[in-house]
């Protein structure tokens, strides 16, 4: 039997978004208030409406944390003993702060999350019940909500804590949530691939080294890159869409708990953080369709307009801000490039990067033809045998927690109001543009 109710929604909506469509190429020139009607059906792009203090970002040089660029970074943060890459305490210690890190600091901040480390048992059982095939984003939302019930937040506000101790309450949860994701997403990376075969943590080794130990790869060279990952990925201003749904999510209150599973959810979404599973799935499907491990320049082109032709996006490219290549797909680049440059894959990657700006570039409609972060960082993993696709947002999502739970304190320190953009309809704004026309025309 068919749908009334969705065949009458079809009815309705199909035409109406046309006409929508058709509407903004009209008008999306003209401003109502501080906004165009481009913008307004455009998500947002360029809108003016966030204060976040954690890191600030250029479209054509990239993102910066408290002015300091990633290659300042990799030599400025303090570093695990025999490791290049900067520790991911320190870059924390820095949005938080504003100040850069001595050694001291990060050994700090190592030692708080080694403290507040222990992930209580309930949260294991949570995770226990759900089908193993559970996508591991989906387990990691869960987890950190059954969390929850340990906000120090929560408990706080219902006793009727003051609004001057809510980035205090705030802090405690950061830091606690921060302590404990490393745990729960080895957690769910072992039981999803490995027979739920786990790997205690190592107290003596820092968040991430601890990370990559109990995720089951103790080369020291993964744990370096583990440190490398977790530290670019943290932050990228307000406005992307795991920051913001942080930001507006504990703009109601809520503990950081809540508001962080929700970013999660939002970057489990494939145009966001889930790009890096899909980026190595599409690159895996193109070599298996070409049949070779090593297409030529032209393969790749051809693909890539296959992929187009199909409706469908090339992942890994393009943003919303950027205008260049992303400082962090160079960061990965680099670090291939000094430990492992022959790496087939890897160098898939590179022709994708030599072909792909010139392809996306020439079809006009796309603003930036270049790669972001997740155009490499499945390809990097893919080398040390982490070829669990469907893992990769997670990594993802702990480093992210860093950046957006620093900011969570912040807002609540700053004592940001809930947030409550306004809205209009399709008919209010056809109405105004039709009185904005008639005044003109009665003045001219
Ligand atoms: N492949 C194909 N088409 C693309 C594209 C890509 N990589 N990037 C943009 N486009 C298309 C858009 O879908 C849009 O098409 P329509 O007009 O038909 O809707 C058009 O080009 C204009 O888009 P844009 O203004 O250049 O880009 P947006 O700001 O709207 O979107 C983003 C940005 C990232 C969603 C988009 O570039 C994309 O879908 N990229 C692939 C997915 C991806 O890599 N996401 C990860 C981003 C980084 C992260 O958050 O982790």
Redesign the pocket.
């Known amino acids: 039997m068919t749908d009334k109710i969705k065949a009458k929604f079809a009815e309705k909506a199909l035409p109406l978004a046309k006409e929508m469509k058709e509407y903004v190429k009209e008008h999306g020139d003209m401003i109502i208030d501080t906004v165009s009607i481009s913008q307004l059906y ?2 947002m ?1 360029d809108v003016l409406s966030l204060i976040t203090e954690t890191s600030l970002l250029d479209a054509y040089k990239g993102i910066s944390f408290r002015g300091y660029s990633i290659p300042e970074l990799k030599e400025l943060l303090p570093k695990a003993p025999n490791c290049t890459e900067p520790l991911p305490e320190g870059i924390f210690y820095l949005m938080l702060t504003g100040e850069l890190p001595t050694a001291d600091d990060v050994k700090q901040v190592s030692a708080e999350w080694q403290k507040r480390s222990a992930v209580p048992q309930f949260v294991f059982q949570v995770l226990d019940t759900l089908p193993v095939d559970t996508h591991p984003m989906t387990q990691f939302s869960t987890a950190i909500m059954a969390l929850q019930n340990e906000s120090v937040f929560a408990k706080k506000y219902e006793e009727g804590m003051s609004k001057a101790d809510y980035w205090d309450a705030t802090y405690e949860d950061a830091m606690n949530l921060i302590a404990k994701l490393p745990r729960i997403a080895a957690y769910i990376f072992r039981r999803t691939y490995h027979s739920g075969n786990h790997i205690a943590p190592d107290p003596t080794l820092d968040w991430a080294g601890n990370f990559a130990h109990m995720l089951g790869i103790d080369a020291p060279e993964f744990k370096s890159l583990m440190r490398l990952y977790l530290t670019i990925h943290v932050d ?1 201003e307000g406005g ?3 920051a913001h749904t942080t930001h507006l999510v504990g703009s109601t209150l809520s503990d950081a708990y809540l508001s962080f599973a929700a970013a999660m959810n939002a ?1 489990a979404g ?7 599973q ?2 190595i799935r599409w690159i895996f499907n193109m070599l298996d369709e070409l049949g070779t491990q090593r297409p030529t320049q032209e393969q790749i082109e051809q693909y ?1 307009r296959s ?2 032709a199909a409706g ?10 950027l205008r260049s290549p ?1 400082p962090r797909f160079i960061a990965q680049m680099e670090f291939c490039k000094q430990y492992f440059p022959d790496d087939p894959i890897v160098n898939v990657v590179w022709d994708i990067y030599a072909v ?1 700006p010139k392809v ?1 570039g020439s ?1 006009g ?5 270049y790669p ?4 490499h960082s499945g390809a990097t993993l893919v080398h040390y045998g982490v070829n669990q696709y469907n893992f990769y947002t997670v990594l ?1 999502g702990v480093s992210r927690a860093l950046g957006v739970l620093a900011s969570l304190c912040w807002d609540r320190a700053l004592g940001l109001p809930l947030e409550r953009p306004k809205s209009i309809t399709f008919e209010w704004m056809k109405n105004w543009v039709a009185q904005q026309k008639s005044e003109q025309v009665s003045a001219n």
């Open positions: 455009g998500g792009r990228h992307n869409a795991s970057l494939p145009l966001h953080g889930l790009a890096n899909e980026v890539i992929t187009l469908k996006v090339v992942p890994g490219y393009g943003h919303a801000v992303d792909a996306l079809i409609k796309i603003k930036n033809p972001n972060v997740d155009a993802f």
